[in-house]
């Protein structure tokens, strides 16, 4: 019987929390009484405590967060690797630490609500299709810009995509060796680039990303929860 797969999480942390009018980078605001970025990346332990996480940060924000887990007395074993000017850079980098066969998530630092059944599925899905990308249906009605305005569309034919963003490394690897693209908007839209086909994997609606004042207020309720 072949062995499972070893499991990696990149974990891409690069807010500077100018949307969310702090002072602090969002992935550094409390919630609960401590940073969102912890909160993230015991998620990850809680569904495999062997699992290998790589913490990817602005270079300038690499001594905050060491001090941070001090005053937190953070323990979780974890590498931290700077950032590049990009989120493709970003993800590069937490690659490059990556050695070996394996199946590597990517996922933003500010989603600290992801469920452990969620990620064990996304990990699944890759192991058995090459990739596993976390999504939802949307819930409003949609219309498509036309030039001549508006139209109205389907919902039922659209996905919100999330993260964790699964893949075997030998696919996210060759995805993110081609040059940076202005229509790569998350890892699947890397990957998809250079042939290869996204398996979606049914996400939540308490899986927000964080990055708004009115954010806050519902990651305080969920933590509360």
Same mark, same amino acid.
């Given at each position: 019987?072949?062995?499972?797969?070893?499991?990696?999480?990149?974990?891409?942390?690069?807010?500077?929390?100018?949307?969310?009018?702090?002072?602090?980078?969002?992935?550094? %605001?409390?919630?609960?009484?401590?940073?969102?970025?912890?909160?993230?990346?015991?998620?990850?332990?809680?569904?495999?405590?062997?699992?290998?996480? %790589?913490?990817?940060?602005?270079?300038?924000?690499? $001594?905050?967060?060491?001090? !941070?887990?001090? @005053? *937190?007395?953070?323990?979780?074993?974890?590498? $931290?690797?700077?950032? =590049?000017?990009?989120?493709?850079?970003?993800?590069?980098? =937490?690659?490059?630490?990556?050695?070996?066969?394996? /199946?590597?998530?990517?996922?933003?630092?500010?989603?600290?609500?992801?469920?452990? @059944?969620?990620?064990?599925?996304?990990?699944?899905?890759?192991?058995?299709?090459?990739?596993?990308?976390?999504?939802?249906?949307?819930?409003?009605?949609?219309?498509? !810009?036309?030039?001549?305005?508006?139209?109205?569309?389907?919902?039922?034919?659209?996905? !919100?995509?999330?993260?964790?963003?699964?893949?075997?490394?030998?696919?996210?690897?060759?995805? *993110?060796?081609?040059?940076?693209?202005?229509?790569?908007?998350?890892?699947? +839209?890397?990957?998809? +680039?250079? =042939?290869?086909?996204?398996?979606?994997? @049914? =996400?939540?609606?308490?899986? %927000?990303?964080?990055?708004?004042?009115?954010?806050?207020? /519902?990651?305080?309720?969920?933590?509360?929860?």
């Amino acid at each position: 019987m072949a062995q499972p797969l070893p499991e990696y999480a990149i974990i891409v942390a690069g807010g500077s929390g100018t949307r969310m009018q702090h002072d602090v980078p969002k992935q550094f %605001i409390p919630v609960a009484g401590k940073p969102i970025l912890m909160h993230t990346i015991e998620r990850f332990y809680n569904y495999n405590p062997t699992i290998r996480l %790589i913490v990817v940060l602005p270079k300038e924000q690499l $001594t905050t967060w060491r001090e !941070l887990c001090k @005053e *937190y007395s953070f323990t979780l074993f974890h590498m $931290t690797v700077p950032g =590049g000017t990009t989120r493709f850079g970003s993800v590069k980098n =937490g690659l490059d630490a990556v050695m070996g066969d394996g /199946l590597i998530a990517v996922h933003d630092g500010v989603r600290p609500f992801v469920e452990t @059944e969620i990620i064990k599925a996304a990990f699944e899905a890759a192991a058995n299709y090459g990739s596993g990308v976390v999504a939802i249906s949307p819930k409003d009605s949609i219309r498509e !810009l036309t030039s001549d305005g508006s139209k109205a569309v389907p919902r039922t034919n659209y996905k !919100l995509v999330q993260t964790p963003q699964v893949f075997k490394a030998g696919i996210i690897r060759k995805a *993110y060796e081609q040059p940076e693209q202005a229509n790569f908007t998350d890892d699947a +839209s890397v990957v998809e +680039s250079v =042939g290869e086909t996204i398996t979606l994997v @049914e =996400g939540s609606y308490r899986n %927000i990303k964080i990055t708004t004042p009115e954010d806050l207020v /519902l990651a305080e309720a969920f933590a509360k929860e």
